[in-house]
């Protein structure tokens, strides 16, 4: 049903669904362990697909072994704290065998200070804005738990006040971004693993100390594409409750894309972002692409 719609509550200033702030303490008291590896990204920018890269890394090519099971249960999600049937991410890992690969979409600072205490691996992967907020719009009308988007007319408008769950997108990429120079924090960019996957799946390879062979390394770009992962029920997410994720809506695997904002923003919505954008990006040296 559509009741779930959960309000946003701040957490140390960042928005997030109300059953995760109500459970906070759980989650910043979390334990981490040394070989705990941390997938992280603001939501919708390329967390499933290098999810799949990253388990195909780790199981050297092994296309079996990857199906054992759909996204969510091969990698607790940190955070989560959902309406039944679907247990809190915290629950689940603390039952899990290391070592164990995680997913979160925190903002750098709400990271549990465990995993910066055991030194654990993390890749951040970043998706420029405007491309993050249209797949972020169509996830918010599918994912029956994050607040209803409204229209997109407003969604912009939204988006950039960071007034969607997890916050502002530019907190988001700015923290991590400076974050990286501190931790052992791989960070990437959607864009350029649409430009050369093979060359991004090498980066995590090496950030992984896998020496794996051509023959592997093709292997993991054929089953990681858009279209594989669209068709493979084990990445695309159908086999998550449909009360919560409705792809009738949108479906999960929608277009995986670089530049389909230019389908949707207008020239209005385009240069109020682009005068925010440039006012929070100004004096960093992180660049996005918005078209390859
Ligand atoms: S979530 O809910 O935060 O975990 O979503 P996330 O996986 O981060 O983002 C979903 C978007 O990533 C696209 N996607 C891909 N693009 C290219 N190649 C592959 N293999 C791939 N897998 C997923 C997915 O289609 C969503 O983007 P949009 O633009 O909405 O299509």
Known sequence: GTFYRFPLRLVHGVPLMKPIADDWQKVESFQARPDDLLIATYPKAGTTWMQEIVDLVVN???????????????????????????????DILEETPSPR?????LAYKLVPKSF??????????ARNAKDNAVSYY????????????????????????????????????????????????LYMFYE???????????????????????????????????????????????????SILDHSCSPFMRK???????????????EVFDAKYKRRMEGTDLNFRYSI
């Open 138 to 185: 169509y996830f918010d009308l599918m994912n029956k738990t994050q607040p209803d988007p409204g229209p997109w007319e407003k969604y912009v408008d939204t988006f950039l006040k960071g007034d969607v769950g997890w916050g502002s997108w530019f907190d988001h990429v700015i923290d991590w971004w400076k974050a990286k120079d501190k931790h052992r924090i």
């Open 256 to 270: 995986g894309e670089v530049g389909d904002w230019v389908n949707h923003f207008s020239e209005t919505q385009n």
């Open 101 to 105: 690969i995680i997913k979160t979409h």
């Open 192 to 242: 350029d693993m649409k430009e050369d996957p093979k060359r991004e799946i090498r980066k995590v390879m090496d950030f992984l100390g896998k020496n794996l062979s051509e023959n592997i390394l093709e292997k993991i770009y054929q089953h990681t594409s858009f279209q594989a992962m669209k068709d493979n029920p084990m990445a695309n997410y159908t086999s998550f409750p449909s």
């Open 60 to 90: 050297e090519g092994d296309l079996e072994k990857v199906k054992r099971a759909p996204t969510h249960i091969r990698f607790p999600f940190l955070e989560i704290c959902s309406p039944p049937p679907i247990p809190s991410g915290i």
């Open 116 to 125: 910066w205490d055991q030194n654990c691996k993390v890749i951040y992967i």
